[in-house]
Structures are given as structure tokens and as C-alpha cells.
Nanobody, 122 residues
Framework: QVQLVESGGGLVQAGGSLRLSCAAS????????MGWFRQAPDKEREFVGV????????MYADSVKGRFTISRDNAKNTVYLQMNSLKPEDTAVYYC???????????????WGQGTQVTVSS
């Protein structure tokens, strides 16, 4: 069982940066692949990126590649999403989630946080 809590969302101007954190409880955190997803109003949940249990070879959606970076600190049971060069279209609720593989499909994720709102103004 893994419980996830996101933080770090907020309001930022276009071109700015935010770092989201996802704190996990449970001793098995390091065994999970950790993904980030986002959902804007009236849109489907969208894959942002995923990182392996070891922290290597993260995978990103094309829409965020080169701007967003996922990292993790297994000693702190935390995964991060560094977001740079933010655009208004990045506005969404951002979720972290845990899975047993490098999946892009949100249905493959077993555990979810409650989400944190990111709003990018133009």
C-alpha cells in the first residue's frame, strides 16, 4: 500500500517555473515506477512523464519534453516534477501515481495522490 500526497502547485506567469513534490508513505516506495499526469477541465487525464524505481531513464510526453524534469529521492520517499518555461496550456490539476512498470496509460497506475492545481497565466 502506498499513499501519495502532492504539493507545490500554484499560480505562475507564463515562462515561469514550479516544482511539484509527491511524498509517499510506505516502505515499498522504491519498488514503484512513479508517474505524473495532469487533467485540465473538460479534458481527459494526460500522461506527463514517468520515472523508473531507480531514477534512471525518465520518459516524457512530447508536450513537456525539454521543459519538465522528473526526479526522485528514494531515501526521502519523494518524487519531483520540475516544470520550466511554463505555458498557459500547462494549466491543470497535476497528479502523481505509482505503478509497477513504465506506463503511459493512467489505467495501469495503482495508487494516486489527490492532485495539486497548477495555473499558468498569460
Amino acid at each position: 500500500q502506498v499513499q501519495l500526497v502532492e504539493s507545490g502547485g500554484g499560480l505562475v506567469q507564463a515562462g515561469g517555473s514550479l516544482r511539484l513534490s509527491c511524498a509517499a508513505s510506505g516502505r515499498t516506495f522504491s519498488r514503484y515506477f512513479m508517474g505524473w499526469f495532469r487533467q485540465a477541465p473538460d479534458k481527459e487525464r494526460e500522461f506527463v512523464g514517468v520515472i523508473s524505481w531507480s531514477g534512471g531513464n525518465p520518459m516524457y510526453a512530447d508536450s513537456v519534453k525539454g521543459r519538465f524534469t522528473i526526479s526522485r529521492d528514494n531515501a526521502k520517499n519523494t518524487v519531483y516534477l520540475q516544470m520550466n518555461s511554463l505555458k498557459p496550456e500547462d494549466t491543470a490539476v497535476y497528479y502523481c501515481a505509482a505503478a509497477v512498470g513504465m506506463y503511459k496509460d493512467y489505467l495501469s497506475y495503482h495508487y494516486w495522490g489527490q492532485g495539486t492545481q497548477v495555473t499558468v497565466s498569460s
